[in-house]
Structures are given as structure tokens and as C-alpha cells.
């Protein structure tokens, strides 16, 4: 993953709003925060463009590997939006790869990955991602650099 992560690598963007309580005793958000707005991203894509009921879809998806790197400090009340892309995706799983940008900025305060796996929601094994969420996901492929 470049250091240099900007906004123009991402497809899909999502407001986000943060709270008092995001704030650590630093005076910036805390570092775990950033793995719920990631969390938020992908959710919030898979819920309205790829049809995932969460309530009873009988597939969902269950993150198995996720990493952040801080580039810049963040802190209530800036205003931020996630980027989400797809920089792997596969017929059981997908890695995702996800940056939080200060609105108006270009240049990510944070970015990283996180892999989902699909399992069947009674047995929790792998199985094959449902049609209409594979074929959203496959609208935020993005081609891989060569390193």
C-alpha cells in the first residue's frame, strides 16, 4: 500500500459525522474509531447498493483481517468522508480498501484494509457471495498498481 493515499484511488464515498466521545485524552480521535468508520463504509455499501439485509440475509459477512495506517491527527467536530474500494474480490470474500479524508482534503489522514468472508449465517461457513452484492462490489474494483 502507498503511503501516498488520495481520493481519487476511491470509488465510493460516505459523510462522516464525528462525536464528542471519538476524542481520546490526546485531543484527536483514537485510533480504534477509525476501524468503526471503516466498519460504517463498507456496511453502508453493502446495505444500499448490494441489497444486504442485515437482519436476515442468510449470507453475511465476517471481517477476518483488517489494518490502519494514521497519517494525520483528526478530532471533533472535523467533518470527514470515507472512501471504499475493492482491491481484491473473490466469490467467498473481499478486501476492501478503505481511507478517511478531512473534508476537504485529497490526501488521506488514514487508510488500510479489511477483509470480509462470507459465510452462511446459520453454519458460518464459506460460501459464494449472493449475485446482486458480488456484482455491486465489482463496481468498486480498482486496478492494482505494479509495484
Keep these: 500500500m502507498s503511503d501516498a493515499e488520495t481520493a481519487d484511488r476511491y470509488r465510493y464515498f460516505l459523510p462522516i459525522t464525528t462525536r464528542w466521545m471519538d476524542n481520546d485524552v490526546y485531543g484527536h480521535i483514537n485510533n480504534v474509531t477509525f476501524y468503526s468508520y471503516f466498519d460504517t463504509v463498507a456496511n453502508h455499501y453493502l446495505i444500499h447498493e448490494g441489497g444486504l439485509d442485515i437482519h436476515s440475509s442468510a449470507v453475511i459477512g465476517l471481517v477476518v483481517e483488517s489494518k490502519c495506517a494514521y497519517r494525520a491527527p483528526l478530532a471533533y467536530p472535523d467533518r470527514l468522508r470515507a472512501g471504499l474500494r475493492v482491491d481484491t474480490l473473490g466469490n467467498r470474500s473481499v478486501t476492501y480498501g478503505i481511507a478517511i479524508f478531512k473534508e476537504g482534503d485529497e490526501q488521506a489522514a488514514a487508510h488500510g484494509h479489511f477483509v470480509h468472508v ?5 453454519t ?15 463496481r468498486l474494483v480498482t486496478p492494482r498498481e505494479q509495484a
Excluded: G, N
Design 118 to 122: 462470507f459465510v452462511d449465517r446459520q
Design 124 to 138: 458460518r461457513r464459506a460460501v459464494a457471495m449472493p449475485d446482486r452484492l458480488r456484482e455491486a462490489l465489482a
